[in-house]
Each structure stands twice: as C-alpha cells, then as structure tokens.
C-alpha cells in the first residue's frame, strides 16, 4: 500500500512539475510576441521605452521578450524595394539593436551595424547604375529594331532600350544576381548581431 501511494506521490509531482513548465513557456511565448510587437512599434516610430519594457520580464521570459526585440528588428532589415523618401523601416530597426546593446557589446554592433547601412544606402545606386549600364548596352539593339520596324511597317516609331524584348530577360536575371550579393552581405551580418546580443543577453 506504501508502495502504491509513493509511486502516485510521483506521478502527482511529475503532473504538478509539467503543469508549470507548460504555464511557464505559456509566460515566454508571450512574452516574445510582445517583445515582437514592441519592435513594431518602435521601427514604424512610435514612442517605445525598450530598456524600461525590457526591465519587466524576467528570467527566461526577458530572454524570450528580447527574443521577439531581435526577431522584429532583424526581419525589418531588408533591401529597399522602392525608393522612399521617409525614413525606412531599417534605420529604425538598426537604432532598435543599438538600444539592445550593453556596454561591452556597443562597439561591435556599431560596427556591424554602420556596415549594414552603408551596404543598404549604396543598394539603390548600384541598381540605377546597373540598369543605366543595361540600357547603354541595348541601345544599339534598339535602334536596330527601331530601323527593321521602320522599313516593314513604313512607320517611324521610338523604340527605347528598355523596350528592346530581350531587355526585361536581362534586367530581371542582372537583378537576381546582384540582390543575391546584397542579401548573402546581409545575413552574415545579421547572424553576427544574433551571436553578439547572445553573448551580451
């Protein structure tokens, strides 16, 4: 009888321990959408105190919350599609993990993090000179174009090199290729950050 009532003692312990290790990840999982929805916020502007939010979780909810900080900010960082005239959502996310940065970990991530915006400022230039040096290189196919579409149709028509059908093919595959060099810059970046404000967390 002893024996049976030990062994639900510890069915009943291990029920308990396992109850409150599901509320206490319940706890971290909100704790990291708050953090997400706090680096929301502060990237897109608003006024968010994110050394006195993060003062209120705890432990391994701090972490989480942190978590969701880093998570937001890193997925905010991303090559400009259009140009903006605001500010864009990476300068933001950039101040945000400069905020996460402790003492010692400050100098790298600014570092890190003044190379991220030299490479996302330097981006769109790059494009327009792509595509300009594109453009160069199919004018001559689009005046040729422009003269066999004269002497079939007897019409005079201004055909520029962006028109040229071979055009959109290349830009499209110039594109690829020089955002695949900017996103790889990118990440090794990004993963940087990540190991730095683990070693600071």
């Not at 209120?56 to 701090?62: F, L, N, P, R, V």
């Not at 996310?93 to 993090?113: E, P, Q, V, Y």
């Amino acid at each position: 009888m002893a024996e049976i009532k030990s062994t639900m003692e510890m069915v009943m312990a291990r029920a308990a321990r396992m109850c409150e290790e599901a509320a206490d990840g319940n706890d971290n999982e909100e704790a990291r959408r708050a953090g997400m929805k706090a680096g929301g916020e502060f990237v897109a502007g608003e006024a968010v105190d994110l050394a006195a939010l993060t003062g209120t979780y705890q432990g391994a909810a701090g972490e989480a919350f942190r978590q969701g900080l880093t998570s937001s900010f890193m997925r905010n960082i991303n090559l400009p599609r259009h140009e903006d005239d605001g500010t864009p959502a990476w300068e933001g996310a950039l101040s945000g993990i400069m905020a996460l940065a402790g003492r010692d970990t400050r100098a790298k991530l600014g570092g890190i993090t003044g190379e991220i915006r030299n490479i996302l400022t330097r981006y769109q230039d790059h494009k327009k000179q792509l595509r300009q040096q594109l453009e160069d290189n199919f004018a001559m196919q689009a005046a040729q174009l422009q003269q066999n579409l004269a002497q079939q149709t007897g019409m005079q028509m201004k055909i520029s090199p962006a028109q040229h059908p071979e055009f959109q093919k290349e830009w499209q595959k110039t594109l690829e290729q020089m955002n695949d060099q900017y996103l790889n810059a990118l990440e090794q970046y990004k993963d940087a950050i990540y190991k730095i404000l683990a070693i600071d967390g």
